[in-house]
């Protein structure tokens, strides 16, 4: 298997650097994220597409914004519930962590902190996640096991550890965010919507009821495939699994 190079808007290198890295006492480390626009979506030509991934569209993400580098750590959760999962690896990402359980995670931080912190929406993840590139992953077309952790390569054969590894781990993308695909699928603040069309293109939550919430970034358990920039996928709210957590999001004033 071989890496393919990354292709970036209007086909030329990035001229932007990874951005100011900050943290509350109480949570954890977040990065600032370049405003700009995307297109969300399917990939030209990427077989692996669906419906839920289409129409492509265009969205503008305001300046602002800061993610968290990595999915909240089993330490940094402990600090909302000390009894969680007493006997996982501090460093791990959490897991076990219904979008209800994130919600919360979130209210209580923005208390703590005096910051308003949140999931991201769907498109701010995907955003942070492409970090300008328009390939099928943030690293390129193809997706190597010393890019993620997922466990499977698309033959079929065994290339990841079959567990969850500490946050951080792998390569962060250009924008300094790491495991943006695999290790654990990620929670984001929208509803889950069968298609795109309607979508907001102004980088907000697209709510609308119901019970399921959208899921990014794939899981240690998946292939590549599944682990795509535009992949998306859903679970009810209250839903807990083994390879699902989430990373938070806050936007700041920006002084004018």
Not at 56 to 78: C, D, K, N, Q, W
Not at 143 to 164: C, I, Q, T
Request: charged share 20%; aromatic share 12%; proline share 9%.
């Amino acid at each position: 298997m071989t890496a393919t190079t990354p292709e970036f808007l209007n086909g030329s290198t990035p001229s932007w650097s990874p951005g100011r890295v900050w943290h509350d006492a109480d949570g954890p480390p977040m990065i600032d994220i370049p405003p700009g626009w995307f297109t969300m979506g399917e990939n030209p030509g990427d077989r692996y597409a669906s419906q839920a991934e289409r129409p492509s569209h265009e969205v503008s993400i305001a300046p602002g914004l800061a993610i968290s580098i990595a999915p909240v750590t089993v330490a940094e959760f402990r600090g909302f519930r000390p009894d969680y999962l007493s006997g996982e690896g501090a460093e791990l990402p959490a897991v076990q962590i219904s979008w209800v359980d994130a919600f919360e995670y979130c209210a209580w931080l923005s208390l703590r902190t005096g910051h308003p912190y949140r999931l991201p929406s769907e498109s701010e993840w995907e955003f942070a996640c492409r970090a300008g590139s328009v390939s099928k992953f943030t690293f390129g077309d193809e997706l190597l096991p010393s890019h993620a952790n997922y466990l499977y390569a698309e033959d079929g054969v065994r290339v990841g550890k079959g567990k969850r590894t500490p946050s951080g781990a792998y390569p962060a993308n250009v924008f300094g965010l790491h495991d943006v695909h695999g290790n654990v699928c990620e929670w984001v603040a929208d509803s889950w919507h069968p298609t795109y069309e309607g979508a907001p293109a102004e980088g907000s939550a697209w709510n609308g009821g119901g019970e399921l919430r959208v899921l990014r970034g794939g899981g240690w358990d998946y292939i590549p495939r599944l682990l795509r920039c535009s992949h998306r996928d859903y679970l009810p709210r209250h839903c807990r699994r083994d390879n699902v957590g989430f990373r938070v999001a806050v936007r700041l004033e920006v002084p004018v």
